[in-house]
């Protein structure tokens, strides 16, 4: 059964980078898509981005437009999110979670319902 794991959240400051990590194990992340959400304290979770299974297409929420960057290494079997000109606002714990390939390039691909194996989640916390 895949199974996702997210890593490489922490603290960092207004303006600062991290690069999470999404680990397959279980299974190939080869043929699916794979998507990122997010979930503030006291919100309701959203969608950052997703991928698709070769890489071509990748899909943002607008306020990550720009500042945050899907890709994916299927040597690795892992998916990574870049996150540049961090805010406090992108403060969440982070999930990935995975979807039929096709998912990322429909209107769907911002539905969590679409996706599933999601991952334990990873904390951002964007502060001074």
């Known amino acids: 059964q895949l199974q996702l794991v997210e890593s490489g959240g922490g603290l960092v400051q207004p303006g600062g980078s991290l690069r999470l990590s999404c680990v397959a194990s279980?299974?190939?992340?080869?043929?699916?898509?794979i998507g990122w959400f997010r979930q503030a304290p006291g919100k309701e979770r959203e969608v950052v981005s997703c991928?698709?299974?070769?890489?071509?297409?990748?899909k943002y929420a607008d306020s990550m437009k720009g500042r945050f960057t899907m890709s994916r290494d299927s040597a690795k079997n892992t998916v990574y999110l870049q996150m540049n000109g961090l805010k406090p606002e992108d403060t969440a714990v982070y999930y990935c979670?995975?979807?039929?390939?096709?998912?990322?390039?429909?209107?769907?691909?911002?539905?969590?319902?679409?996706?599933?194996?999601w991952g334990q989640g990873t904390r951002v916390t964007v502060s001074s």
């Open positions: 979670a995975r979807a039929e390939t096709i998912v990322c390039v429909t209107p769907r691909w911002n539905a969590s319902h679409e996706y599933d194996s």
């Open positions: 279980g299974g190939s992340l080869s043929y699916y898509a």
């Open positions: 991928i698709n299974s070769s890489g071509y297409t990748t």
